[in-house]
Nanobody, 122 residues
């Protein structure tokens, strides 16, 4: 059993900042990639940023230069620092972890958090 618990969402004015956190817990052997995705009303879920275990990162073009993803491997935690927020960043943000369970050491699986709402007012 794996749980991903997100926190840090909320309401902010345009130009403001927020930091999201996501902690994974459970029977985890290792976590490979971690990332953040978002889904706005009426739209498909889209990638925001990912970070590999070694620290290499990938960002959506729409957030480059404004968002920063980071992780603490010892805490199985990933963060998303969001600066210069825009109304179009409004969405439910979901944490993702691609991990290996202690009970299935040769299988990599994706797990998702429950989502946290980010609302940016103009």
């Amino acid at each position: 059993q794996v749980h991903l618990v997100e926190s840090g969402g909320g309401l902010v004015q345009a130009g403001g900042s927020l930091r999201l956190s996501c902690a994974a817990s459970g029977s985890i052997a290792s976590i490979n990639a971690m990332g953040w995705y978002r889904q706005a009303p009426g739209k498909q879920r889209e990638l925001v940023a990912t970070i590999a275990r070694g620290g290499s990162t990938n960002y959506a073009d729409s957030v480059k230069g404004r968002f920063t993803i980071a992780r603490e491997n010892a805490k199985n935690t990933v963060y998303l620092r969001m600066n210069s927020l825009k109304p179009e960043d409004t969405a439910v943000y979901y944490c993702n972890a691609r991990l290996v369970l202690l009970t299935a050491l040769f299988t990599e699986r994706d797990y998702w958090g429950q989502g946290t709402q980010v609302t940016v007012s103009s």
